[in-house]
């Protein structure tokens, strides 16, 4: 009886070690800035880094993009800016405005703003899914 | 026979039960603010109702580009800070600030400042069209009440 709930339990430990394999995400921090002057853009950036503490929460829409070459995350996105961009898009984003109007001068400024928030990463060979993980 | 002919006349009273005293479960929108004569100013937005707000953001491609998908890319950017910056405008509002110099009756110097910081959520593009280095974007964001008092 005993050796039959310790195989039990040996076979539920590998199970659960292969399943973490299987499903293995990494964890990433990403955030997006872009500024417009009168309607043009002027500057754009897009920080990516390996979260160095696993993110908790529950995972919400996800996005896959199609991966060459074993690209880098950010290389992955910077090639699909796009599609990404429509997926960040959905998410909350802040923005801040200022216009300066001097006599007949008319100036403005837009910033909007992806606050860094964290996204589980799942690497395969041709494709990369990208997973938000909304923190409780 | 007689069970289901019961049963039908209990869930038609339900149904009836419910119809009628539906509006009594509806939740009170409260006051505004409370208006220059002390009474309750009930906000435009009813308890059940939705608002839909729609903007047109315009955006232009920058003259130096690698390619005619990149400026519809940069272009497409900028349409989308101007129309969250109609929906910011049109839900938070805007801070103003104007200064107007004058000098023997006549204005020297007019100077105004316009400033919009906000957090949006749940936009929606309509529709992207580029035209001649214009970009321009529809959103949309829907509103209802239910999410201004929580």
Same mark, same amino acid.
């Given at each position: 009886?005993?050796?039959? %709930?310790?195989?039990?339990?040996?076979? +539920?430990?590998?199970?659960?070690?292969i399943?973490?394999?299987?499903?293995?995400?990494?964890?990433?921090?990403?955030?997006?800035?872009?500024?417009?002057?009168?309607?043009?853009?002027?500057?754009?950036?897009l920080?990516?880094?390996?979260?160095?503490?696993?993110?908790?929460?529950?995972?919400?829409?996800?996005?896959? +993009?199609l991966?060459?070459?074993?690209?880098?995350?950010?290389?992955?996105i910077?090639? *699909?800016?796009?599609?990404?961009?429509?997926f960040?898009? $959905? $998410?909350? +984003? *802040?923005?801040k405005?200022? $216009?300066?109007?001097?006599?007949?001068? *008319?100036n403005?400024?837009?910033?909007l %703003?992806?606050?860094? $928030?964290?996204?589980?990463v @799942?690497?395969? @060979?041709?494709?990369?899914?990208? %997973?938000?993980?909304?923190? *409780? | #026979?007689?069970?289901?002919?019961? =049963?039908?006349?209990?869930?038609?009273? !339900?149904?009836?039960?419910?119809?009628?005293?539906?509006?009594?479960?509806?939740t009170?929108?409260?006051?505004?603010?409370?208006? !220059?004569?002390?009474?309750?100013?009930?906000?435009?937005?009813?308890? !059940?109702?939705?608002?839909?707000?729609?903007?047109?953001?315009?955006?232009?491609?920058?003259?130096?580009?690698?390619?005619?998908?990149?400026?519809?890319?940069?272009? /497409?950017r900028?349409a989308?800070?101007?129309?969250? &910056?109609?929906?910011?405008?049109?839900?938070?509002?805007?801070?103003?600030?104007?200064?107007?110099?004058? /000098?023997? #009756? #006549?204005?020297? &110097?007019?100077?105004?400042?316009?400033?919009?910081?906000? #957090?949006? &959520?749940g936009?929606?593009?309509?529709?992207? !069209?580029?035209?001649?280095? =214009?970009?321009?974007?529809?959103?949309?964001?829907?509103?209802?009440?239910?999410? =201004?008092?929580?």
């Amino acid at each position: 009886m005993r050796s039959r %709930t310790r195989s039990c339990y040996r076979l +539920l430990a590998t199970y659960q070690l292969i399943s973490a394999f299987i499903l293995y995400a990494d964890d990433y921090l990403i955030s997006y800035r872009a500024s417009s002057l009168n309607s043009r853009l002027v500057h754009e950036n897009l920080w990516v880094s390996k979260s160095m503490t696993p993110c908790l929460g529950n995972r919400h829409r996800s996005i896959t +993009l199609l991966r060459d070459n074993n690209n880098t995350l950010k290389t992955t996105i910077n090639n *699909h800016e796009e599609e990404f961009f429509n997926f960040l898009t $959905q $998410q909350p +984003l *802040h923005l801040k405005s200022n $216009q300066h109007i001097l006599n007949d001068k *008319h100036n403005s400024i837009e910033t909007l %703003t992806s606050p860094t $928030q964290c996204y589980a990463v @799942d690497f395969n @060979d041709d494709f990369v899914t990208i %997973t938000i993980i909304a923190s *409780h | #026979m007689k069970y289901s002919l019961a =049963l039908a006349f209990l869930l038609s009273i !339900t149904a009836l039960n419910s119809s009628l005293f539906a509006e009594t479960t509806e939740t009170k929108a409260r006051c505004v603010y409370s208006g !220059t004569d002390g009474n309750c100013v009930q906000p435009s937005l009813g308890s !059940t109702q939705q608002l839909v707000i729609t903007v047109f953001g315009q955006g232009v491609a920058p003259t130096v580009t690698a390619s005619p998908a990149q400026a519809y890319a940069l272009a /497409k950017r900028a349409a989308l800070a101007d129309g969250y &910056r109609q929906i910011a405008e049109r839900i938070q509002g805007v801070h103003i600030e104007g200064y107007d110099s004058v /000098k023997n #009756m #006549m204005l020297q &110097r007019s100077n105004i400042r316009t400033s919009v910081d906000a #957090m949006v &959520r749940g936009t929606n593009v309509l529709d992207t !069209t580029f035209k001649e280095g =214009l970009c321009e974007v529809e959103l949309e964001v829907v509103i209802a009440y239910s999410q =201004l008092i929580n």
